[in-house]
């Protein structure tokens, strides 16, 4: 569990913020003493909505699903 002082946290919160992962806890101490402790909620839906990449362009590589040379002994 990470900590700051309740100075760094008011100078630092939006950065303190960003830098949490979800569900990871900051706790926020005064005079040594835990005062406030906080959590980075999980997302409730995702950056990205279905079907936004629709009309983009996408390369592949002719060879995508040829055997790599690594494994050619294993092919057999």
């Known amino acids: 569990m ?3 002082t309740l100075e760094e946290a008011q100078a630092q919160l ?3 913020l960003v830098r ?3 569900g990871e806890q900051l706790t926020i101490t005064k005079d ?3 005062l406030a402790t906080l959590t980075r909620q999980s997302r409730t839906r995702w ?3 279905a079907g936004s990449a ?3 362009n996408h390369w592949m ?3 995508f699903d040829a055997p ?3 494994f050619r002994e294993y092919m057999g």
Do not use: F, H, I, M
Request: proline share 21%; aromatic share 0%; charged share 30%.
């Open 32 to 34: 040594g003493e835990p």
């Open 20 to 22: 949490l992962s979800p």
């Open 47 to 49: 950056p990205c909505r």
């Open 68 to 70: 790599l040379e690594d």
């Open 14 to 16: 939006p950065e303190l």
């Open 61 to 63: 590589a002719p060879d």
């Open 54 to 56: 629709k009309n983009t």
């Open 2 to 4: 990470n900590s700051v």
